[in-house]
């Protein structure tokens, strides 16, 4: 099925697990999207969000790479982790996990790979002790990357979860 993310032809709360993974920076209007998945969850069911990290938090290695590849790709944006869970949270889903991944590691494990191809091979222990290791870093927030688990809730508190102040903007690239 073909559809967009600001209109999805579903009813609401038909599904108890959704997955919007690198959708949100693509688009032009991500709080529309946001409303939509809110919407078709059911109570209870869980949202999993991937977008790109801030560059405020990303590794230095990781923002110069980002810099070159959101262009590329088309991203409109980054997200702090701490504006997602709020926007997240003015929307009846309360955030149950936050993690980050793509850390510096993941550049080691390119350039190994390119090196020495046989390592990309799904067998290769090498590989894999790379994969634990960016997964052991999910609590650091340099990482390319932010996912945040959310779960849908009876209703959206007053304002959010957190206050104005203490969320770092989401970063527009439109320039």
């Not at 529309?32 to 949202?47: C, F, H, K, W, Y």
């Not at 779960?151 to 979860?161: D, F, T």
């Amino acid at each position: 099925m073909n559809s967009s993310a600001t209109l999805l032809p579903f009813r609401e709360a038909s599904f108890s697990k959704i997955i919007s993974n690198a959708v949100l920076e693509h688009l032009e209007d991500d709080d529309l999207a946001l409303d939509e998945l809110s919407r078709v969850a059911s109570p209870r069911g869980r949202v999993l969000i991937c977008v790109p990290n801030s560059y405020m938090f990303m590794a230095l290695p990781l923002a110069i790479l980002n810099l070159w590849n959101d262009r590329r790709v088309g991203h409109l944006r980054h997200y702090a982790s701490t504006d997602l869970v709020s926007r997240g949270a003015r929307r009846a889903l309360r955030a149950i996990d936050v993690t980050f991944h793509a850390h510096v590691i993941k550049i080691v494990q390119a350039v190994i790979a390119m090196v020495i191809p046989a390592v990309r091979n799904p067998a290769s222990r090498v590989w894999w002790h790379l994969e634990r290791m960016d997964l052991d870093a999910k609590g650091d927030p340099s990482g390319m990357n932010v996912t945040v688990t959310f779960e849908k809730v009876a209703i959206a508190p007053a304002g959010g979860a957190t206050s104005a102040a203490a969320i770092a903007p989401t970063q527009d690239m439109n320039r």
